[in-house]
């Protein structure tokens, strides 16, 4: 189970390029690198840590350029891309990669096997390395060379003027301070020495970054090197780190401890067969970000985003899968702690002064979330006093009229934003052909339906009889209106309505009326739409956002091909309520499991691009996607 890659994939650079790891702590801290060690992307680097705001993510040290001394033979067992060639080739001294728990890489060197293994530590900007000769025979010499940097992980170095390019020496440390506006880096060693010898190593040449960004190439520091002995079975440590450590916190073994019994059995990405929930587990066991003395969900270590739509699509796969529900209980009392005129931030946790309220549905699902819970646990107490009645004051909101346009026009419908505010959960570009989306969103008054029925559910638990009868009343007016406004033809419903125009886009935002759990439409016709979204947007990798339409319009070219991974478990939720499946549904979506046995290892992307040849595009690290396998499997052992 260690083995996860051997030399036949790490000897071939255009193919082991293309394996991407990633370790990560709960300071939203990561390293992240291809199994052959060449940084392939900006947001490559060993020691890549929040910005001070926490907005942004900041490369302090971008790899270690490591050589071995047998005797007096050198050897490079480093690679990097240059923009003319790849120099040094040290993956042919790589034998085997492996992500169990920790990324650790075995190096052959003539007779000498040296392994590698790097971890973070959970709660600290604590990057922990090991380098260790595995067998008899002469000792080896170890020469490493930091190549610093100090930009965000989604900018380049564009100018090493004005950069500090001193070592400051301590005992068994060193220090660098690159930028003064940017964290400084500390190194600790027990053993070995470090010595100064500044170097600039230029044109360094980051492949993934060609379609992605105007630069590929930028300049890295080399301020001096490590040198160290090892003696057969004897290793040398480095710790990394933003803090000042003394030296009794120089514990390899005892970090190593902690980290092994923190992520349980690791991760095991491998060719045999495997139970893809566990590893997504494991990944979702480290999914936790540390702010501001909490704990929320991590949507991505690479890239600093707090969507709190996709967080609250996460949370039961997250917590509900696992009955984490106290967990789930705090983390659903600070959303509904934001709550302002019945609406809730886009972003979240709110680090900027700025801070937008244009969506229209996210209230809605936080009372879709609040109901999963409820069926998951049982547990009517949680809804008594101040959650219910923040409950009811979203549903006050929008009867009465709130911010951005959104209130609820005489037919009991949802009427939301206008020609300079999209306030629905759609994805995608604009069109210059197309009318603007706002008015009654379908999806919009979807949610707005399920949210009465859950309303109704819960006062009538709570015996709160008066609530109960009165969203009875004006939830028997919606699903009138409902159906006599958005039913387009037998098998699709109208995308949103606005006075006279009325959208026959056939999306994604089809599936949300089949999928919740109060449903307004008769079964009948929810198949034929079923069946039509699986004609159209059904794929082995998720759900299409857009129906392949129109091929001619070139300004749909990308968004035909587009892919959503973590929306999977929506489809499941609504062939559940309208047919049988069984195991063989599940397996259908082998590929999208596949998905993270290459790109990034253990990950599946945000979205899949399925054009001419299957890619990976968006945010590689997407927690949302292996949430939504996690709550997929759960519901799928409660149908």
Request: charged fraction near 25%.
């Amino acid at each position: 189970m260690d083995i996860v890659f051997d030399k036949k994939v790490l000897s071939a650079d255009d193919k082991a390029m293309n394996f991407e790891w990633m370790d990560r702590n709960q300071t939203g801290a990561y390293s992240s690198s291809t199994i052959s060690g060449m940084n392939t992307r900006r947001e490559h680097g060993l020691f890549v840590t929040p910005s001070a705001d926490h907005t942004q993510k900041v490369v302090l040290l971008s790899k270690l350029e490591e050589s071995i001394f047998i005797d007096n033979r050198l050897h490079e067992i480093s690679t990097n891309r240059f923009t003319k060639n790849i120099f040094p080739i040290g993956y042919q001294y790589l034998k085997k990669f492996s992500l169990n728990p920790f990324p650790k890489a075995e190096f052959c060197v003539e007779d000498r096997i040296i392994h590698r293994t790097l971890f973070w530590v959970a709660d600290r900007n604590l990057l922990v390395i090991r380098y260790e000769l595995k067998n008899q025979g002469n000792p080896i010499r170890l020469i490493i060379k930091p190549f610093l940097t100090a930009r965000y992980n989604q900018t380049l170095t564009d100018e090493i003027q004005g950069m500090n390019t001193d070592s400051y020496l301590s005992h068994l440390s060193v220090r660098w301070a690159p930028r003064p506006f940017m964290p400084q880096l500390h190194a600790y060693y027990l053993t070995g020495s470090y010595s100064t010898a500044t170097l600039w190593y230029h044109n360094f040449f980051y492949e993934k970054d060609i379609n992605r960004f105007q630069d590929q190439q930028e300049d890295l520091l080399n301020p001096g090197f490590f040198e160290a002995k090892i003696q057969p079975y004897e290793s040398f440590d480095i710790f990394f780190s933003t803090e000042d450590l003394i030296e009794e916190e120089l514990d390899y073994e005892a970090y190593h401890r902690a980290e092994l019994k923190r992520r349980g059995l690791g991760i095991a990405i491998t060719n045999k067969e495997e139970d893809p929930a566990s590893n997504f587990r494991n990944h979702l066991r480290l999914s936790r970000y540390a702010y501001k003395s909490k704990i929320y969900p991590a949507l991505s270590s690479i890239n600093p985003i707090r969507q709190l739509r996709e967080i609250i699509f996460s949370m039961p796969g997250l917590y509900l899968a696992e009955k984490k529900y106290n967990e789930f209980k705090e983390h659903f009392i600070t959303i509904l702690s934001l709550l302002d005129d019945g609406l809730l931030p886009v972003e979240y946790p709110v680090v900027k002064d700025s801070v937008s309220y244009a969506a229209a549905d996210l209230s809605l699902w936080l009372v879709d979330l609040s109901y999963k819970y409820f069926s998951a646990s049982n547990d009517i107490a949680f809804f008594e006093g101040k959650v219910y009645e923040s409950l009811l004051s979203i549903i006050d909101a929008y009867i009465k009229g709130t911010r951005f346009n959104i209130y609820k026009d005489s037919d009991n419908l949802i009427f939301s934003g206008d020609k300079n505010y999209n306030l629905g959960w759609q994805y995608g570009a604009k069109e210059p052909d197309t009318q603007q989306r706002y008015g009654k969103l379908l999806e919009i008054n979807a949610l707005w339906y399920n949210a009465l029925c859950i309303m109704i559910e819960f006062s009538k638990k709570l015996d709160k009889n008066r609530y109960a009868g009165k969203y009875q009343k004006l939830n028997d007016k919606v699903k009138h209106s409902f159906n006599n406004t958005f039913i387009n033809d037998e098998s699709s419903y109208f995308d949103w309505v606005r006075e006279d125009i009325k959208s026959v886009k056939f999306t994604i935002n089809q599936l949300i009326p089949l999928s919740l759990n109060f449903r307004c439409c008769n079964d009948k016709f929810a198949v034929k739409v079923l069946n039509r979204i699986e004609s159209e947007l059904l794929t082995p990798n998720g759900l299409r956002i857009f129906a392949n339409d129109n091929p001619k319009k070139k300004n749909r070219e990308y968004e035909r091909y587009l892919i959503k991974p973590s929306l999977t478990s929506m489809y499941i939720q609504a062939c559940m309520h309208y047919r049988r499946v069984s195991h063989e549904t599940l397996q259908n979506f082998q590929p999208l499991i596949d998905l993270a046995k290459t790109g990034l290892l253990g990950f599946i992307p945000e979205y899949v691009m399925n054009d001419k040849e299957q890619h990976q595009v968006g945010i590689l690290d997407f927690t949302p996607a292996l949430a939504d396998w996690i709550w997929l499997e759960y519901i799928f052992s409660k149908r």
